[in-house]
């Protein structure tokens, strides 16, 4: 489901030229995939920052929500979205909502998107600003994404926005057969991103791209408090 901005919200022509700036900049650092792309082009994401910090909106970098969480930088987003290879109608499964924004990104793209958030106080909040978005079409939970969603699998996508210790099987036991896992997986300074497709039902293939710096995954398959 996609959304659209309402008309309340500040979404300016400066915005606007501030997004196509921020698309050839992903361009330039490798983004191929154009409907990825385009969808950042089109989500804004000054939206989901403290209006004081709006400025930072559009740099290519992460930057603090509060309850020790960052909103990815937006290379990581688009990066992540494109490994997921992903087209309308998927069911996707988000760890980690933080902001809202990669979800908003995923609904733009057309998916249908269950996202689940640790944190109780930011899923809160979160919850209130993509409604007032107009960013409804997501079935927002708050709990241990570690452990998934086991009573709406099986997904066809996972993305994990969080930095993993190893993969969490209960994830992966989630993803349907031909699905597709991305998570960023390392120790709690770096971690490599992974891309798991499920082949069969006891049959993965794992890849391992560029390394990152995610904030940790909490919960019972993710780090500790």
């Known amino acids: 489901m996609s959304s659209s901005v309402p008309a309340s919200a500040s979404d300016s022509y400066r915005h606007r030229g501030q997004r196509r700036t921020l698309v050839e900049e992903l361009r330039r650092k490798g983004i191929r995939d154009e409907r990825v792309l385009a969808t950042i082009g089109t989500v804004p994401r000054h939206l989901f920052f403290e209006q004081a910090f709006e400025s930072h909106a559009y740099q290519d970098k992460a930057f603090p929500i509060g309850e020790g969480q960052t909103i990815s930088q937006p290379y990581t987003v688009a990066h992540q979205t494109e490994l997921l290879g992903v087209r309308p109608g998927l069911r996707v499964l ?132």
């Open 94 to 225: 988000e760890v980690g909502t933080g902001s809202g924004y990669q979800c908003s990104v995923l609904l733009t793209l057309g998916l249908q998107v269950f996202s689940i958030e640790y944190n109780r106080v930011l899923f809160e909040r979160t919850r209130q600003r993509m409604a007032q978005l107009g960013y409804t079409g997501a079935h927002l939970f708050c709990g241990d994404g570690s452990l998934g969603l086991p009573a709406y699998a099986p997904f066809d996508r996972i993305l994990v926005t969080a930095a993993a210790p190893a993969l969490p099987r209960p994830l992966l036991q989630q993803l349907a057969i031909g699905g597709v896992l991305v998570v960023p997986v390392g120790n709690e300074q770096v971690q490599r991103m992974v891309r798991i497709t499920r082949e069969s039902a006891d049959g993965f293939a794992r890849e391992e791209f560029d390394e990152f710096r995610f904030v940790p995954l909490r919960g019972a398959a993710g780090w500790a408090e």
